[in-house]
Nanobody, 115 residues
Framework: QVQLVESGGGSVQAGGSLRLSCAASGSIFSINAAGWYRQAPGKQRELVAA???????NYADSVKGRFTISSDNAKNTVYLQMNSLKPEDTGVYYCNEKGSLGTFWGQGTQVTVSS
């Protein structure tokens, strides 16, 4: 099993920045991809950014050029740097990791962007 703990959420004004962290523990050897998803009130959970074990990344169109996903394998941590935040970025952000043992989710961290 893999345990994921997110941190770094909070409240910020439009145009501000936040960095989310997702620390993994457990059977980390099994992981081959990680991502960040978000869920706004009344909406479905959506993929924001993903990174593969070889560092390939992809982003939702709505965050391209503003968000950056990265990983530090030595710390078993995945990051989401969020710049130029907009009110529509508000939601609960979830870390997700996939591998040979299945798919794992963190508990979520709230991001609130005010105008």
């Amino acid at each position: 099993q893999v345990q994921l703990v997110e941190s770094g959420g909070g409240s910020v004004q439009a145009g501000g920045s936040l960095r989310l962290s997702c620390a993994a523990s457990g059977s980390i050897f099994s992981i081959n991809a990680a991502g960040w998803y978000r869920q706004a009130p009344g909406k479905q959970r959506e993929l924001v950014a993903a990174i593969s074990s070889i560092g390939r990344t992809n982003y939702a169109d709505s965050v391209k050029g503003r968000f950056t996903i990265s990983s530090d394998n030595a710390k078993n941590t995945v990051y989401l740097q969020m710049n130029s935040l907009k009110p529509e970025d508000t939601g609960v952000y979830y870390c997700n990791e996939k591998g040979s043992l299945g798919t794992f989710w963190g508990q979520g961290t709230q991001v609130t962007v005010s105008s």
